[in-house]
């Protein structure tokens, strides 16, 4: 049965089958994150970043705190891969068999950009802002004083939206290859696209230039970049589009 012949209920109880095993698996990388966060805290508060800070818990309950996040932030990573499968087999029964195929490409392409926008962020923007906010403390005759969960929380601040962000790309390969948008309409609405960045990168870096450039301007390649992507996807739609035309004749 073809996605546009299921009744709504159909599809609203296709809807919950794919949250459940979302669910269940996700439950399932808890538990092994449970055994992960401790070692991975320990290695961010020795990682060259944050060797030279003393980390502090400023409420008996900060460290039990920062390992459940962490256990949550882990759990999400390694479910994000099966999200991305259930909302492909989600959509797929709608799809051409050739668009089945290419867009389940598109997962491990997706997983490795969230890991590429986290490696980013870590390694080359959040040295830089710690660098940058100690060194208005020694201007300012300021002596920090590290909470453990405050570090934590901007760290997570910093490098999950990059992670989430290194998706467009994909998301707009997906969309395009779906008939929903086109490189033409990305091309057009380019200017707007760039402000909605700035103002994304503006909100997740400290005010200073070169932090808000370091971001902005990765976020404006990848922009480009799927801009040049879609563009050949959406030359595949046509042919594909133009096979089926030449059939049907």
């Known amino acids: 049965m073809s996605q546009n012949e299921m009744t709504l209920v159909e599809h609203i109880d296709e809807l919950r089958k794919r949250l459940m095993i979302v669910v269940v698996f996700f439950l399932l990388t808890l538990i092994g994150s449970f055994f992960l966060a401790g070692p991975l805290i320990t290695y961010l508060q020795h990682a060259d970043e944050a060797k030279d800070l003393t980390m502090n818990a400023f409420r008996v309950t900060d460290p039990l705190k920062i390992y459940f996040e962490m256990v949550m932030f882990l759990g999400i990573v390694f479910t994000l891969p099966v999200i991305l499968y259930q909302l492909w087999s989600f959509v797929s029964p709608g799809l051409l068999e050739r668009e089945r195929k290419a867009t389940l490409s598109y997962i491990p392409i997706a997983f490795f950009l ?136």
């Open 114 to 249: 969230f890991l590429l926008g986290l490696a980013f962020s870590y390694f080359i923007l959040f040295p830089y802002v710690v660098t940058f906010m100690m060194g208005i403390s020694e201007n300012l005759n300021i002596q920090q004083v590290i909470g453990i969960t405050e570090y934590f929380e901007f760290l997570f601040q910093i490098t999950i939206p990059f992670g989430f962000l290194f998706q467009l790309p994909v998301v707009m390969l997906f969309l395009t290859r779906l008939g929903i948008i086109t490189p033409m309409f990305m091309s057009k609405m380019r200017k707007y696209a760039y402000f909605i960045l700035f103002v994304i990168a503006a909100f997740i870096t400290p005010p200073d230039i070169m932090s808000h450039l370091m971001v902005t301007v990765p976020l404006f390649i990848l922009y480009e970049i799927s801009i040049w992507i879609c563009k050949i996807g959406y030359k595949k739609v046509l042919l594909a589009e133009q096979e089926q035309l030449n059939k049907a004749e």
